[in-house]
């Protein structure tokens, strides 16, 4: 795989699910102009990736990481059932890995915001 610096990529898969999500940005001049998603072909996953990829997209890389679950709620065309709200913070993690991914390819600090160095 080519090291691209424009290219940020994120992966999240759980030990307590067969379920995984991969996030992927390509930035310039610090804004995201385009992300897509890999994961596991499950309705609720798959619909949490394409909300968070649309939400994403035209924001400066660094901004992803003061996102929550919340940007993904709002944006849903569906409800997300209780025992699948998961899938959301799943695909805002994968999405903050893109985003450190990018990061430290480019030399950039990667704020921990939260106390989270989980990417």
């Keep these: 795989m080519i090291d691209n610096i424009n290219i940020g990529s994120g992966r999240l898969q759980p030990l307590d699910t067969d379920e995984s999500i991969e996030i992927n940005i390509t930035v310039q001049n610090g804004s995201i102009v385009s992300a897509d998603f890999l994961c596991s072909e499950k309705p609720f996953l798959t619909a949490c990736a394409k909300a968070v990829c649309a ?21 849903l065309e569906t409800e997300l059932p209780r025992n699948k709200l998961y899938c959301a913070s799943m695909a805002v993690t994968a999405a903050k890995r893109a985003a450190a991914d990018w990061c430290k390819k480019n030399g950039i600090e990667v704020p921990h915001t939260d106390g989270c160095s989980c990417y």
């Design 55 to 75: 939400v994403i997209t035209e924001k400066p890389a660094r901004e992803l990481f003061q996102m929550n679950a919340n940007a993904v709620y709002y944006n």
